[in-house]
């Protein structure tokens, strides 16, 4: 049986191979390894599992740039991924990086998804010239605000 979609018993068994050699190499302490055992079966190959994995795995190294870097081999692969735009939406409003951020933000907008109103909010918020670090020092008047009993205008 021979399907156009996942191809083989054969294909789909080789296609999970490294995925779970990546799984185990990861288990016993060597995510360097995992991240390039997938790595070696190049970005067109690589399912939207493999590449959420490749970005946990950066993660947990500290490897901040290389999340990225799959966090858009994400967004251009599976493009209605959209808790994926999100994270890298977010990522750019907090480095005040509005332009990227805004584009990723509409985009979810546009969708159907649950993140959606979270998104308008913060497109709201970037247009009307709020940053993350304002909002940081609101919050953080807010607390103080809070703690000493006054109610919050």
């Known amino acids: 049986i021979f399907s156009s979609i996942y191809g083989s018993v054969s294909d789909q068994e080789n296609s999970i191979k490294s995925y779970r050699e990546a799984i185990s190499q990861d288990a016993s302490g060597n995510t360097s390894q ?10 067109e190959q690589l399912t939207k599992q493999e590449l959420n994995f490749l970005i946990r795995m950066s993660q947990k190294l500290g490897d901040s740039e290389n999340s990225l870097m799959w966090r858009k081999a994400m967004a251009q692969k599976f493009p209605d991924n959209h808790s994926n735009l ?41 247009r009307r010239g709020g940053s993350y670090r304002l909002q940081e020092v609101f919050q953080k008047l807010k607390k103080e605000l809070n703690s000493t009993g006054n109610s919050t205008p």
């Open 86 to 126: 999100f994270v890298m939406a977010n990522f750019y409003y907090r480095k005040g990086q509005h332009p990227q951020a805004l584009e990723l933000f509409e985009k979810i907008a546009q969708g159907n998804s649950s993140l959606k109103k979270e998104s308008e909010a913060k497109i709201g918020l970037i």
């Open 34 to 43: 995992s991240i390039k055992t997938l790595e070696a079966k190049g970005l």
